[in-house]
């Protein structure tokens, strides 16, 4: 998954895509005169997005999770940068 917008062009491997049969898909997103509806869901429990976070890290640890999701090593979900949460001790 990515999320935000590239500075040009990504090049897809079409070959894994189509050997893998894989899905590339892409959102523009919402706009902004929709939020107040996705919020009042939120706000309800309707939608529950703290559902998705898989794990919180620290902000030191956001290096190797870089590195991890650039090796298709990553955990699954969503992962949030914690930066209320104490540095690992030494």
């Known amino acids: 998954m990515q999320i935000g917008l ?3 062009d990504p ?4 070959g894994a895509v ?6 590339v898909l892409g959102s523009h997103g919402m706009p902004a005169q929709d ?3 996705l919020l009042d ?3 309800a429990g309707r939608l529950r997005p703290q559902d998705l976070v898989e794990r919180r890290i620290r902000l030191e640890e ?3 999770a870089l ?6 090593r990553s955990a699954g979900g969503v992962t949030v940068v914690d ?3 104490a540095p690992a001790p030494s």
Request: hydrophobic share 50%; no cysteine.
């Open 6 to 8: 590239f500075p040009t």
């Open 11 to 14: 090049v897809i491997p079409m």
């Open 18 to 23: 189509i050997g893998k049969e894989l899905s």
């Open 35 to 37: 939020y107040p509806g």
């Open 41 to 43: 869901l939120v706000t």
């Open 62 to 64: 956001v290096p190797d």
């Open 67 to 72: 590195v991890a999701m650039a090796g298709d």
């Open 83 to 85: 930066l209320r949460a």
